[in-house]
C-alpha cells in the first residue's frame, strides 16, 4: 500500500546517486569540452603559423633577403619529434588495452624524445649564431628564430599536461582516469609533428620563392 511517506520518499529519491550515473556524465561532459577546447586552441595555432608562413613568402620578395644557411642537425631533430609523436601513439594504444607497464613506457619514451628535441633545437641556434654571429638584421635569420622558437613553447606547454598526466599514472590513478589526457596529449603531440614538418619543408626549401609564393596564394600558377 503506497503511504504518503513512501510517495514523498519515492518524489524526492534521486536515481543517480543509487546508480553513479551523474558522476559518469559529468565526467564525460568534462571531456567532451576539454577535446573541444583543445581543438579551438589547435585552430588558433594554425591560423598563427599560417599567417608566419604567409610573412616569410612575402618578406622573401624584397632584394635585401639573403637565405639562413642550412643546419643539418635539424633533419636529426626532426626525426626525434617523430618518435616522440610514435611513442604517444604507442601509449594511447596502451591505455585503452589496459596495458599499464605499455603506457609508462611510451609515455616515459615519448616525454625523452621531445626534450631531445628541444635540445637538439637549441643546438640548432648555437650553430646558427656560430655561423651569422646572431645576425638578425638578416630577415631570413629572424624568421628562424621567431618561428622555431614559436614551436618549442608550444611543445614545452604540451610537456607541463604530459608531466602531469606521468605523475597521475605513477600515483596510482586508474588507466580510464589517465585515458583522456593520454588522448589530447597524442591528438596534440601529432599536430606539433604536422606543424614542424610544414615549418621544416619551409625553412630548408623556402629559398624557391616562386613556388613558396604560389603555395601561400601570393602569386598564381602561369
Known sequence: MLTAKN??????????????????LQRHSNQQNKR??????????????????VAYAGRMAYED???????????????VLFLGSLGLEL???AVRRGQHKLLLRSLLAAGLCTLLFLMGQAQAWRELG????????NPAIAFFYL????HGLHLLGGLVVWGQTLV?????FELEKVRHSVELCTLYWHFLLLVWLVLFGLLF???????????CGIKGRT
Open 7 to 24: 510517495l514523498i520518499h519515492h518524489l524526492t529519491t534521486k536515481p543517480w546517486e543509487a546508480t553513479g550515473e551523474l558522476p559518469l
Open 36 to 53: 573541444a577546447a583543445l581543438k579551438v586552441f589547435l585552430g588558433v595555432v594554425t591560423v598563427l603559423f599560417m599567417l608566419l608562413i
Open 65 to 79: 633577403w639573403r637565405p639562413a644557411p642550412q643546419i643539418r642537425l635539424m633533419w636529426a631533430n626532426t626525426l
Open 91 to 93: 601509449a594511447q594504444y
Open 130 to 137: 656560430a655561423l651569422v654571429y646572431f645576425d638578425v638584421t
Open 147 to 150: 618561428i622555431t622558437g614559436l
Open 168 to 172: 597521475r599514472l605513477w600515483g596510482g
Open 205 to 215: 626549401t623556402g629559398n624557391n620563392l616562386d613556388e613558396l609564393m604560389i603555395i
